[in-house]
C-alpha cells in the first residue's frame, strides 16, 4: 500500500489566492482527518470525516476554510483568501473503523507558505 | 480526554534502552494511554497503546504503572533514527480525536 498521499509537498502562494490541499486515504480506510501543525500551536485536529460525511469541524479556524470528501479516496482542504498566518504544514491522516483503536495513518504533509 | 505531561526534551545513547516518561494522573477509567512519534519533516507515526496492562510490539514496550497515573515507553535499544518528537496521548476508544500535546524531543546520541 502506497499510505497517505497528499500533494502538494509544497506550496507558495500571496495572500488573497485560493489554495487546494489534496488527500488520498488509505484504500479501505473510513476516517480521514485534517491537521495543521504550527511551532506555535502544535499539531492540531481541523476535521474528520467517516465514510465521506464531515463529522466534527470544530477546529476549522474560519469560514475561509473549507472541507471536502466528495469520495471515499479522495479529500480536499481550501483556504479561500488564504493569509500569511496560514502559513503551517498540513497533514492528512486516514484510520479504519474496524479497527478497535482507530490507529491513524498520517501522510509526509503539506508545507504551506502564504506570502 | 486527560492531560498528559512529558518532559520537553531528553538524550539517549544509541544502543541503549530509552525509557520516555509520561504522568497522565487524571487518566479516567476507561481512558488509553496512546504513544506516536513525529521524526522530522514526516507525519506521525503510531507506535503502541494500552489500558491497564504491559503492552509490547515490534517497535517498543510500554509499562502503565498500577495506579494508571503514569507511564513508560521503551525503546530497547535506541539507534539514531529513534530521534524524533514523541507523544503521549490519552483518549476514550473510540474518540476519533487525538490531542496532540507538545511532545518529548527525544535526541538519541552516537
Known amino acids: 500500500d502506497a499510505g497517505v498521499i497528499q500533494s502538494p509537498r509544497h506550496e507558495v502562494t500571496e495572500m488573497g489566492q485560493e489554495v487546494t490541499l489534496r488527500c488520498k486515504p488509505i484504500?479501505?480506510?473510513?476516517?480521514l482527518f485534517w491537521y495543521r501543525q504550527t511551532m506555535m500551536r502544535g499539531l492540531e485536529l481541523l476535521i474528520y470525516?467517516?465514510?465521506?460525511?464531515?463529522?466534527?469541524d470544530s477546529g476549522m479556524p474560519e469560514d475561509r476554510f473549507s472541507a471536502k470528501m466528495p469520495n471515499a479516496s479522495f479529500s480536499t482542504l481550501k483556504i479561500q483568501p488564504s493569509e500569511p498566518r496560514d502559513s503551517a504544514v498540513y497533514f492528512c491522516?486516514?484510520?479504519?473503523?474496524?479497527?478497535?483503536?482507530?490507529?491513524?495513518?498520517f501522510g509526509p504533509g503539506t508545507r504551506l507558505t502564504v506570502l | 480526554d486527560a492531560k498528559t505531561t512529558q518532559p520537553p526534551s531528553m538524550d539517549c545513547a544509541e544502543g541503549r534502552a530509552a525509557n520516555l516518561p509520561c504522568n497522565h494522573s487524571t487518566i479516567s477509567g476507561n481512558e488509553y494511554v496512546y504513544w506516536y512519534r513525529q521524526i522530522h519533516s514526516q507525519g506521525p507515526q503510531y507506535i503502541i497503546h494500552g489500558l491497564k496492562n504491559n503492552e509490547t510490539n515490534e517497535m517498543a514496550s510500554l509499562i502503565i504503572t498500577e495506579d494508571r497515573k503514569s507511564s513508560t515507553l521503551i525503546l530497547p535499544h535506541a539507534t539514531l533514527r529513534d530521534t524524533a518528537v514523541y507523544y503521549c496521548?490519552?483518549?476514550?476508544?473510540?474518540?476519533?480525536?487525538?490531542?496532540f500535546g507538545k511532545g518529548n524531543q527525544v535526541v538519541v546520541i552516537p
Open positions: 491522516a486516514s484510520s479504519s473503523g474496524t479497527r478497535s483503536h482507530n490507529e491513524q495513518f
Open positions: 470525516f467517516n465514510n465521506n460525511v464531515p463529522i466534527d
Open positions: 496521548i490519552v483518549r476514550v476508544q473510540g474518540n476519533n480525536r487525538l490531542a
Open positions: 484504500s479501505g480506510h473510513d476516517y
